[in-house]
């Protein structure tokens, strides 16, 4: 009975990917691709099943980060793959956590984390000029938080980042209607969108929703919002802010009534992104925050409490059950106090989470003459400079990672 106590225990401690994976991150916020894709390489290699999908997610996104985009892409497919046999949880795999803890299962993913996937694929392929791809990850992002929301019955509500980005891609292709209703759900969603609203203000006059554009420009009054020129192209730059939150333990009642504490994970912000400035030629916009994933995160960890209370419940029966089994075994008080012991010694929650995730999406927009650009990004101090080329009537995306 000890021996398979401590089988659980030493595996309990080995699932610790957090702690494992701390180069990795010390590694990529410094910008230090190669490294943080070595090491990553080396937790691949070791097979964990517990973190498998924890060291894709990480991968798929420093290769995003790197601007390796089609790399990107197929790790994050396989990524979601995994993510989707994993929801189907084996009855072991409870059992397991149950009898040890949570992190004795494999990691499934939040629910904000699994839409995130699809959201950096459409990144991924705007960034490659595949728009008709780059719809279809928005399409299921909205999708998948619409089942969530009307089968599930979860508080959730659509990324505004989603919105957006679907907004700017429809645009490209000039299929104005769509692009007029995704910009204007994001605007639902993010209602400080400020200058990021002139694409709104633009379509809803060429599309012929005369009342809703004097809303719109009743409402936003300084925003110049006038039909691009024959040789005029938009930019978008996209700049991944932050750090993601981490999970930390967090001590709950698991019923109102009830006197004993039971360990759940909660959120805790790291930091507090700066404002980006993004300067093009000789005009400079302040980015705009147009999702705070930080937020959405607290969100669906928060309507997740509650089952896990009710897990972490069922698994205090259970090993109340298995101590006593112990002491009626050995006809020793002793001995069901110290499996009891034992047994909660690893009773800790599991703090593994996405952590290469940015804590917001920031949006700065321009209107430019075709041709080579400059794109000047000041964050934090950190100056970033990157080279595009505008084509008339189209809208290119530029995407930056930024961490501290």
Same mark, same amino acid.
């Given at each position: 009975?000890?021996?398979?106590?401590?089988?659980?225990?030493?595996?309990?401690?080995?699932?610790?990917?957090?702690? +494992?994976?701390?180069?990795?991150?010390?590694?990529?916020?410094?910008?230090?691709?190669?490294?943080?894709?070595?090491e990553l390489g080396d937790l691949e290699k070791q097979g964990s099943r517990q973190d498998a999908l924890l060291v894709l997610l990480d991968k798929g996104m420093v290769l995003h980060a790197a601007g390796r985009w089609q790399e990107s892409l197929r790790v994050l497919a396989e990524a979601d793959r995994l993510s989707q046999e994993l929801d189907a949880v084996s009855i072991s795999e409870e059992a397991g956590a149950l009898l040890s803890n949570e992190r004795q299962r494999a990691y499934r993913g939040e629910d904000f984390e699994k839409l995130m996937i699809s959201v950096l694929q459409a990144l991924n392929y705007a960034e490659l000029? *595949?728009?008709?791809?780059?719809?279809?990850?928005?399409?299921?992002?909205?999708?998948?938080?619409?089942?969530?929301?009307?089968?599930?019955?979860?508080?959730?509500?659509?990324?505004?980042?989603?919105?957006?980005?679907?907004?700017?891609?429809?645009?490209?292709? +000039?299929?104005?209607?769509?692009?007029?209703?995704?910009?204007?759900?994001?605007?639902?969603?993010?209602?400080?969108?400020?200058?990021?609203?002139?694409?709104?203000?633009? /379509?809803?006059?060429?599309?012929?929703?005369? *009342?809703?554009?004097?809303?719109?420009?009743?409402?936003?009054?300084?925003?110049?919002?006038?039909?691009?020129?024959? %040789?005029?192209? *938009?930019?978008?730059?996209?700049?991944?802010?932050?750090?993601?939150?981490?999970?930390?333990?967090?001590?709950?009642?698991?019923?109102?009534?009830?006197?004993?504490?039971?360990?759940?994970?909660?959120?805790?912000? +790291?930091?507090?992104?700066?404002?980006?400035?993004?300067?093009?030629?000789?005009?400079?916009?302040?980015?705009?925050?147009?999702?705070?994933?930080?937020?959405?995160?607290?969100?669906? /960890?928060?309507?997740?409490?509650?089952?896990?209370?009710?897990?972490?419940?069922?698994?205090?029966?259970?090993?109340?059950?298995?101590?006593?089994?112990?002491?009626?075994?050995?006809?020793?008080?002793?001995?069901?106090?110290?499996?009891?012991?034992?047994? %909660?010694?690893?009773?800790?929650?599991?703090?593994?989470?996405? $952590?290469?995730?940015?804590?917001?999406?920031?949006?700065?927009?321009?209107? $430019?003459?075709?041709?080579?650009?400059?794109?000047?990004?000041?964050?934090?101090?950190?100056? $970033?400079?990157?080279?595009?080329?505008?084509?008339?009537?189209?809208?290119?995306?530029?995407?930056?990672?930024?961490?501290?």
């Open positions: 009975m000890l021996v398979l106590l401590g089988a659980l225990l030493l595996q309990g401690c080995a699932a610790d990917y957090v702690a +494992r994976t701390y180069g990795v991150r010390q590694a990529y916020e410094a910008e230090d691709y190669p490294r943080a894709l070595e000029g *595949q728009d008709d791809e780059a719809l279809v990850e928005v399409r299921r992002v909205n999708e998948r938080l619409e089942k969530m929301v009307v089968d599930e019955k979860k508080p959730y509500e659509q990324l505004a980042i989603a919105r957006y980005l679907g907004g700017i891609l429809y645009e490209d292709q +000039r299929e104005w209607d769509s692009a007029f209703i995704d910009y204007a759900k994001a605007l639902e969603l993010q209602p400080g969108l400020g200058p990021l609203s002139e694409p709104l203000l633009r /379509l809803a006059k060429k599309t012929g929703r005369d *009342q809703v554009y004097e809303e719109l420009r009743r409402r936003f009054p300084d925003v110049p919002h006038e039909p691009l020129g024959p %040789n005029e192209g *938009q930019l978008v730059v996209v700049i991944e802010a932050g750090l993601s939150p981490e999970k930390v333990s967090h001590s709950r009642h698991y019923r109102p009534d009830a006197t004993e504490l039971i360990e759940v994970p909660s959120y805790r912000d +790291r930091g507090y992104p700066p404002r980006a400035q993004v300067r093009v030629g000789e005009r400079t916009e302040g980015a705009v925050m147009v999702t705070s994933l930080a937020q959405v995160a607290k969100i669906h /960890l928060d309507d997740r409490v509650g089952r896990m209370l009710a897990r972490q419940l069922a698994s205090a029966v259970v090993k109340a059950g298995v101590a006593a089994g112990a002491g009626a075994i050995t006809k020793s008080e002793e001995v069901a106090y110290l499996t009891f012991l034992l047994l %909660n010694v690893a009773n800790a929650p599991d703090l593994r989470s996405w $952590l290469a995730l940015p804590a917001e999406f920031q949006l700065a927009r321009f209107r $430019l003459p075709a041709g080579q650009h400059t794109v000047q990004v000041e964050y934090g101090g950190q100056p $970033l400079a990157r080279e595009v080329e505008v084509k008339p009537g189209r809208v290119k995306v530029v995407v930056l990672r930024r961490y501290r």
